[in-house]
T-cell receptor, first 115, second 116 residues
């Protein structure tokens, strides 16, 4: 069964460092998303991406964040200068056509720990 | 804007007992409704969804949820739980806005703990 894969599964970094989280969405999907879950809190929407540009972003997704689809398979989330409050589980998701069923397929997440 | 409320953050229940996890939503437009499950140290997995048609939807592992438009609810139920059902359960809603990509709004989650 096709699945969304994420790397790394866990990353520890120092405050102020740049971090790149990688995702390989399901191959025929066109819409890509990043969500995050701070420990003990709800899953929050960060950004959606379609046709090589950001479709929607939340207020969390400030100038420190960026997304990119550098090739035909990867979808990355970059945090330019990490802060302690960026520590969270980051989930990548993908879905098929816009007028589809609304089902998102999630990866297993990348846990980011900022020290 | 849309929102999801899961009133119960923790639900302990004995094995083989019935359980109901509550979910209420608010939205100014039509919505799709989902329940996702997160087992310890794993990602989010879709449990079941309501898109249209029958208001009662079922999962392959015995859970069911009923969409109640008048009460804006989508409660999750199982008549007899197993130890393996111990997990965090998230209710989510998505709405379609023309020209924009779909996004989910999650509730705060309910930790279901099944006790032997």
């Amino acid at each position: 069964e096709p699945e969304v894969t994420q790397t790394p599964s866990h990353q520890v970094t120092q405050m102020g460092q740049e971090v790149i989280l990688r995702c390989v969405p399901i191959s025929n999907h066109l819409y890509f998303y990043w969500y995050r879950q701070i420990l003990g809190q709800k899953v929050e929407f960060l950004v959606s991406f379609y046709n090589n540009e950001i479709s929607e972003k939340s207020e969390i997704f400030d100038d420190q964040f960026s997304v990119e689809r550098p090739d035909g398979s990867n979808f990355t989330l970059k945090i330019r200068s990490t802060k302690l409050e960026d520590s969270a589980m980051y989930f990548c998701a993908s879905s098929d056509r816009l007028a589809g069923t609304g089902e998102l397929f999630f990866g297993e997440g990348s846990r980011l720990t900022v020290l | 804007a849309q929102s999801v409320t899961q009133l119960d953050s923790q639900v302990p229940v004995f094995e083989e007992a019935p359980v109901e996890l509550r979910c209420n939503y608010s939205s100014s437009v039509s919505v799709y409704l989902f329940w996702y499950v997160q087992y310890p140290n794993q990602g989010l997995q879709l449990l079941l969804k309501y898109l249209s048609g029958s208001t009662l939807v079922e999962s392959i592992n015995g859970f069911e949820a009923e969409f109640n438009k008048s009460q804006t609810s989508f409660h999750l139920r199982k008549p007899s739980v197993h130890i393996s059902d111990t997990a965090e359960y998230f209710c989510a809603v998505s709405s379609f806005s023309s020209g924009s990509a779909r996004q989910l709004t999650f509730g705060s989650g309910t930790q279901l703990t099944v006790l032997p």
